[in-house]
T-cell receptor
Framework: DAGITQSPRHKVTETGTPVTLRCHQT?????MYWYRQDPGHGLRLIHY???????DKGEVSDGYSVSRSKTEDFLLTLESATSSQTSVYFC????????????FGPGTRLTVT | SQQGEEDPQALSIQEGENATMNCSYK?????LQWYRQNSGRGLVHLIL?????REKHSGRLRVTLDTSKKSSSLLITASRAADTASYFC??????????FGKGTKLTVNP
């Protein structure tokens, strides 16, 4: 496995609380991504980063923010969690955007009650 | 919106048989990729095929690409129980981000 870890791996939280998920890589790859995976929807891009402090929105970015202060860390924050954000969240990295393969972390299962 | 759509949604075969999954997409692409996801795990990259390639092989995997039909197929030959997983195609749609399909769930029965 590529050197990607996600923390926490599982989290249960209440509606309205803030939640931060962390993705850490040891590969020194420039690009990092956050996806969510839901039954019937497949994998959808939330936000991505193309360098330190450089981020952009994906397909389903509403309700999420991200930050990348170091090459190795990419944080996903749910400012006020809602039940619709219950999902499995995956972080991915790649050397180049689009034309290169992506390497995925193990995922974080988030339940918002 | 989904760029790639896999077909069938689910496939059940016996060990030793071949498995074929198809992916259709909507817009021009630079490349198409296939990924595998075992239950409860992250996706694993299998193979990348560029828009100017028609066929690519990797071990027991064979991928074809028909840009005129905007479709690709993934063939797994001599399947094994360990091939049981979901398989996703992903396209760049000519842009800088990958868009994944909803996947085909393959079950290989021993």
């Amino acid at each position: 496995d590529a050197g990607i870890t996600q923390s926490p791996r599982h989290k249960v939280t209440e509606t309205g609380t803030p939640v931060t998920l962390r993705c850490h890589q040891t590969e020194n790859h420039r690009y990092m991504y956050w996806y969510r995976q839901d039954p019937g929807h497949g994998l959808r891009l939330i936000h991505y980063s193309y360098g330190v402090k450089d981020t952009d929105k994906g397909e389903v970015s509403d309700g999420y923010s991200v930050s990348r202060s170091k090459t190795e860390d990419f944080l996903l924050t749910l400012e006020s969690a809602t039940s619709s954000q219950t999902s499995v969240y995956f972080c991915a990295i790649s050397e180049a955007i689009g034309v290169k393969e992506q390497y995925f972390g193990p995922g974080t299962r988030l339940t918002v009650t | 919106s989904q760029q790639g759509e896999e077909d069938p949604q689910a496939l059940s075969i016996q060990e030793g048989e071949n498995a074929t999954m198809n992916c259709s997409y909507k817009t021009s692409i630079n490349n198409l990729q296939w990924y595998r996801q075992n239950s409860g795990r992250g996706l694993v990259h299998l193979i990348l095929i560029r828009s100017n390639e028609r066929e690519k092989h990797s071990g027991r995997l064979r991928v074809t690409l028909d840009t005129s039909k905007k479709s690709s197929s993934l063939l797994i030959t001599a399947s094994r129980a360990a091939d049981t997983a979901s398989y996703f195609c992903a396209t760049d749609g000519g842009s800088e981000k990958l868009v994944f399909g909803k996947g085909t769930k393959l079950t290989v029965n021993p």
